[in-house]
């Protein structure tokens, strides 16, 4: 199996930044994509940021100038800068992993909250 840990989250005021981290292990070696998802109260879980087949980063439009994924394929570890927070940021932001037989794997969530 394959485990997911972030970290990262906190409390930040609007216009601030925070970078998270996504952390696999166990049989990460079966692992060929990972991407961000948030979930706000209410509302579905959307994806933030991932990669195409091509390996070309894609966003969200609601975050894109702003935020930033990036990969360190040795350490099997995703990050995702985001800058300039808004409020509507505010979610539980979950990473996500796919391996090699097309299973997804989620991490706990890690809170991000945005203050006005």
């Known amino acids: 199996q394959v485990q997911l840990v972030e970290s990262g989250g906190g409390v930040v005021q609007s216009g601030g930044s925070l970078r998270l981290s996504c952390a696999a292990s166990?049989?990460?070696?079966?692992?060929?994509?990972m991407g961000w998802y948030r979930q706000a109260p209410g509302k579905e879980r959307e994806l933030v940021a991932g990669?195409?087949?091509?390996?070309?980063?894609n966003y969200a439009d609601s975050v894109k100038g702003r935020f930033t994924i990036s990969r360190d394929n040795a350490k099997n570890t995703v990050y995702l800068q985001m800058n300039s927070l808004k409020p509507e940021d505010t979610a539980v932001y979950y990473c996500?992993?796919?391996?090699?037989?097309?299973?997804?794997?989620w991490g706990q969530g890690t809170q991000v909250t945005v203050s006005s």
């Open positions: 996500k992993a796919r391996d090699l037989f097309l299973r997804n794997y």
């Open positions: 990669f195409t087949p091509g390996g070309t980063p």
């Open positions: 166990g049989n990460s070696f079966s692992i060929n994509n």
